[in-house]
Each structure stands twice: as C-alpha cells, then as structure tokens.
C-alpha cells in the first residue's frame, strides 16, 4: 500500500493542496495559469529565434543596356563576356 502524501503549500498562491507526484510545485489552478505564461514565453522566444536577420543590399550598379556594354567592352579590349564577368566581380 501507497502511504498518502503529505500536503504542500503552493509556490505561486499559498494554497495547501495533495500533491500529485513528490516534484510537484503549484496546485492545480495556478499550473494552468503558468503553463500559458511558459507556452506563451516560448513562443515569444522561438519567434524572434527565426527571424531572419536584415541582409544589407550591395551597392548596385546602373544597368547598361545591351548596346553601352558592347562599347564599353571594346574600349577595354574584351569581349563583352570578359566584360560582363569582370563588372560583375
């Protein structure tokens, strides 16, 4: 036979209650209150986890046209490969 458990006093209310298991903190009433607060915590916690930081946008160049590029290219003497490769880098 199971000895009966000596009552406790409630962390959060003050409330003597029969605890359920040897580790138990709160009576009934405040370990739902708590366990929303936890839950709501946690969620907090894992929101802000996942954001993603904000990513600086390189400074982009002004876009040539087909045209600009071709010329530009063969006034460096490339090919307008060469030439799109090295801007790009």
Known sequence: MIPPKAPKTCERCGVTYIPASKRQKYCKECRKV???????????????????????????????????????????GMTYGQYISWRCS
Do not use: I
């Not at 366990?35 to 996942?50: N, S």
């Not at 390189?58 to 010329?71: G, I, N, R, S």
């Open 34 to 76: 708590l366990q929303k607060e936890w839950a709501r915590k946690y969620e907090k916690k894992r929101r802000e986890a996942r954001k993603k930081p904000v990513k600086e946008n390189p400074v982009q160049q002004p876009a040539l046209t087909l045209a600009q590029a071709a010329k530009e290219a063969k006034e460096r």
